[in-house]
């Protein structure tokens, strides 16, 4: 089972994530084989302030990803405010890593819908050369469609926004995000 994990940071804890990058990598490390995508997100005005934290694996069970989530050293210490965990179906078949326009080169989003109605966005859009992950949220036994997510290359927001249908979701997120990792 495919999940999406979300640990958006708490205002002011920059310095707490510093002092606990180690832990939160080699944590990180463990999961290694189940990992799909992974990295922060930044702030818009300046790529250098984390805002979040995105993981995107495939674990056996929902106790499983419960437990990667909240066990995270991170969310153990209190540098996140809160956590988006979420089945996720992972449409293009492929890791991060398998990405062909490799981990460095242009602007990336990390893009968001929360569904408002019926299911939009299942088919993976034309463009696809510029995704980098993509996929549907999904209820907790994987039958009710609710929202999308997506990890994309794109020129500025407002572009990576364009990679959802608007009308169907009740709100939309777009932040700059970048392949994580150890280096």
């Known amino acids: 089972m495919e999940y999406f994990c979300y640990h ?3 205002s002011g804890s920059g310095a707490l994530r510093d002092e606990l990058l180690e832990a939160h990598w080699s944590y990180m490390d463990g999961y290694a084989k189940e990992m799909i995508a992974r990295g922060p997100t930044l702030a818009a005005d ?8 995105v993981h995107i694996l495939d674990l056996p069970t929902p106790a499983a990803a419960r437990a990667f989530a909240f066990d995270e050293p991170g969310y153990q210490a209190g540098v ?10 992972n449409a293009l078949g492929r890791t991060m890593w398998e990405f062909p326009g490799g981990p460095d080169e242009g602007n990336r989003y990390l893009v968001f819908g929360l569904g408002a109605g019926p299911a ?14 993509y996929g549907p949220l999904l209820s907790d036994d994987g039958t009710a469609w609710l929202g999308t997510v997506a990890l994309l290359r794109a020129p500025d ?3 990576a926004r364009a990679v959802l249908t ?3 979701y009740a709100e939309i997120e777009v932040h700059r995000w970048q392949f994580g990792g150890r280096s």
């Open 46 to 53: 300046d790529i250098e302030i984390a805002t979040g934290s």
């Open 157 to 159: 927001a407002e572009a």
């Open 80 to 89: 996140y405010r809160d956590v988006m965990l979420r089945r996720w179906r």
């Open 166 to 168: 608007p009308e169907g």
């Open 8 to 10: 958006r940071d708490r």
């Open 120 to 133: 939009v966005d299942l088919e993976v859009p034309s463009g696809r050369g510029e995704l980098i992950a």
